[in-house]
Antibody, heavy 122, light 108 residues
Framework: EVRLLESGGGLVQPGESLRLSCAAS????????MNWVRQAPGKGLEWVSV????????YYADSVKGRFTMSRDNSKNTLSLQMTSLRAEDTAVYYC???????????????WGQGTMVAVSS | EIVMTQSPATLSVSPGERATLSCRAS??????LAWYQQKPGQAPRLLIY???TRAAGIPARFSGSGSGTEFTLTISSLQSEDFAVYYC??????????FGPGTTVDIK
């Protein structure tokens, strides 16, 4: 059974940093690209970032580029999102999500974690 | 950036009735379109990928169609557990994935 478990969320002040983690199990983690997707309270889904299966390539939404860094440790089946210079508009539930396809390109997201809440407020 | 739009914003349907949800992309995305279902307090769940292929474990009452820029999700006979928010997502323009704003399907 595929499981994704996010952690690390919390309340921070504007300008501060936070590191999110996602622990994966139930599939060959090193074969799949992984994503972070966020959802502000009462709003829709916003893709944040993706990392290739090997970890050699990362891509970010313009809204977080230069502030967020995504990484993975394939030996520990874990995913991370380092968030710096946080803003009020970063307040959201952050989900990690698994890419459906293991062939090298990117595809739909077939499994999602339950999310971790990040609140940025003074 | 490819912009996704969905209509209607809210769809009120009686149990047992058919629901038809629309999704439009601002540019051609070929068949690289997915649909997700999200219930309150839960993570999204993949329903359809490749515009028309049901994900594992998804009931046959869910079907997807379309290509290019116009897509449809049809729920043939709504069950109580189908009342939720539905999002479309393009992944043609990877790695810049974009979601639509969602359609809420509620009880009439």
């Amino acid at each position: 059974e595929v499981r994704l478990l996010e952690s690390g969320g919390g309340l921070v002040q504007p300008g501060e940093s936070l590191r999110l983690s996602c622990a994966a199990s139930g599939f060959l983690f090193s074969n799949y690209a992984m994503n972070w997707v966020r959802q502000a309270p009462g709003k829709g889904l916003e893709w944040v970032s993706v990392i290739s299966a090997s970890g050699g390539s990362t891509y970010y939404a313009d809204s977080v580029k230069g502030r967020f860094t995504m990484s993975r440790d394939n030996s520990k089946n874990t995913l991370s999102l380092q968030m710096t210079s946080l803003r009020a508009e970063d307040t959201a539930v952050y989900y990690c999500a698994k890419d459906r396809y293991s062939g090298g390109s990117f595809d739909a997201f077939d499994f999602w974690g339950q999310g971790t809440m990040v609140a940025v407020s003074s | 950036e490819i912009v996704m739009t969905q209509s209607p914003a809210t769809l009120s349907v009686s149990p047992g009735e058919r629901a038809t949800l629309s999704c439009r992309a601002s540019q051609i995305v070929k068949g690289n379109l997915a649909w997700y279902q999200q219930k309150p307090g839960q993570a999204p769940r993949l329903l359809i990928y490749g515009a028309s292929t049901r994900a594992a474990g998804i009931p046959a009452r869910f079907s997807g169609s379309g290509s290019g820029t116009e897509f449809t999700l049809t729920i043939s006979s709504l069950q109580s557990e189908d009342f939720a928010v539905y999002y479309c997502q393009q992944y043609n323009n990877w790695p810049l994935f974009t979601f639509g704003p969602g359609t809420t399907v509620d009880i009439k």
